[in-house]
């Protein structure tokens, strides 16, 4: 074997990392009520990784796709809505334990048409934003969860 292809052996960790990075959009969905604002949460299922933890509505952008068609497609899947896209609030990226990393970014929704049906959550409940920290949040998350609990972004 030459030089360069044990070179290239040893370092099979590098390529997989840069493999593993997911680029993920979310919505924060958000209604008024007489309480204050409150936004849209949902549970992992049991069988899924990071079981029952809470994450904001959304999945993987693919090939081809824009971030807003990417989560347009992503709510018409999991709640059967037809979402109007918002601003983008803010992008993030976090590497989990696993090796895994995630490139996240966050979009406003305020308006949608059809009923919001839970199609693929183990749970999902509308909170205000300053309880946002009583759910066990996914770890990319929480650093948002922070900052919408306390006001800062919204
Ligand atoms: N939808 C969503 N995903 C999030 C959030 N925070 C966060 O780290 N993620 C991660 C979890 C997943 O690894 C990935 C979203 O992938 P996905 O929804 O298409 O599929 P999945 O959970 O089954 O994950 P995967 O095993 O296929 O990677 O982004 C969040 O707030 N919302």
């Known amino acids: 074997m030459s030089r360069a292809a044990k070179k290239s052996r040893r370092r099979p960790g590098a390529k997989e990392a840069a493999k593993q990075i997911r680029l993920v959009v979310a919505a924060l969905i958000l209604r008024e009520t007489e309480t204050g604002r409150e936004v849209l ?25 824009s971030p807003e068609a990417a989560l347009r497609r992503e709510l018409n899947e999991e709640l059967g809505i037809e979402a109007v896209i918002g601003p983008r609030i ?65």
């Not at 949902?42 to 899924?48: I, L």
């Not at 909170?127 to 800062?152: H, V, Y």
């Open 90 to 154: 803010t992008r993030l990226r976090h590497n989990y334990r696993n090796g895994g990393a995630v490139d996240l970014q966050f979009f406003t929704v305020h308006e949608f048409k059809g009923a919001l049906e839970n199609r693929i959550f183990n749970d999902m409940q509308w909170t205000l934003l300053p309880r946002l920290p009583e759910f066990d949040f996914l770890a990319a998350d929480l650093s948002l969860i922070q900052d919408l609990a306390s006001g800062k972004l919204l």
């Open 41 to 65: 949460v949902c549970q992992r299922r049991p069988e899924q990784a990071m079981a029952l933890k809470w994450e904001f509505p959304g999945g993987k952008i693919e090939a081809g796709e």
